[in-house]
């Protein structure tokens, strides 16, 4: 209140006056050198700014790069050690599958082995029995035509002068109770096999004893003593078969 009032009694010099005065006082001296050193250091501030950030911004790529390559290089050991451990299961499955089979290619040539043996031991043990059972029922067979039929005679008479050169009137011998069981047209079958041919009986033939005497000899022969021999060579060989397998 007091400054206005004494205002009225300043002049306009002394307004002008005050005013320099205050500007003087209150706003330092602002030179063009001084404008030209502020742009200066507000262009170098800039410029540190901006290299700093520069600096920042290279430094955060150079890390983002830095994490990305190491990401990248642990995907890929990642994969690589997935792929190891998967090539692993792998090989160590195609190894068990190759045990196994293996051991089943093993197993199997072992049942085959065993079973060939198996089969060998009753191929051989049949064969005795097999054997024994045609021997038997030949001598069966034989022994029963022999004693219930008379046509084995003529059959036999026939057998041992086939593709024998034997002149005519031959003799046909059987022991007793063989002439005796023969009836006339037996007789007569008998002797009609050669021209000139006769059947008689002698009694130091044995009970199927069979005698033909030719101008070559004598001719011997008894099918049950035959069936015999038979009997014990069909033996033997089945003896030696057994022992070359063996």
């Known amino acids: ?34 404008i030209t050193k502020l742009e200066e250091e507000a262009r170098a501030t800039l410029g540190n700014a901006s290299l700093k950030a520069n600096s920042i911004l290279e430094e955060a790529k150079l890390e983002v790069e830095k994490k990305l390559e190491l990401a990248d290089k642990q995907i890929e050991e990642e994969k690589n050690e997935f792929e190891k451990q998967l090539n692993l299961r792998k090989e160590k ?24 043996i198996e089969k060998q031991k009753l191929l051989e043990s049949l064969e005795g029995e097999v054997v024994d059972l045609v021997t038997t029922l ?10 219930q039929s008379n046509r084995w005679i003529a059959f036999l008479v026939r057998k041992l002068i086939s593709g024998e050169d034997i002149a005519p009137n031959i003799e046909i011998s059987l022991s007793d109770t063989l002439y005796e069981s023969l009836s006339e047209d037996e007789i ?9 041919s006769t059947v008689n009986k002698k009694n130091y033939l044995n009970a199927y004893n069979v005698e033909i005497s030719t101008d070559n000899g004598q001719i011997l022969y008894d099918p049950i003593i035959s069936l015999d021999e038979v009997i014990k060579d069909l033996k033997l060989i089945s003896e030696v078969q057994n022992g070359l397998t063996q």
Not at 138 to 147: A, L, R, T, Y
Not at 188 to 196: A, R, T, V
């Open 1 to 34: 209140m007091s400054n206005i009032i004494k205002s009225r009694f300043v002049t306009g010099e002394s307004v002008v006056e005050i005013g320099k005065s205050f500007i003087e006082e209150t706003v330092p001296n602002i030179t063009k050198e001084n």
């Open 93 to 116: 499955t195609e190894k068990e599958i190759k045990f196994k089979l293996d051991e089943a290619t093993k197993s199997s040539e072992k049942i085959k082995k065993e079973a060939m």
């Open 138 to 147: 030949v001598g069966h067979i034989v022994c029963n035509e022999v004693s």
């Open 188 to 196: 007569k079958e008998i002797e009609s096999i050669i021209k000139g």
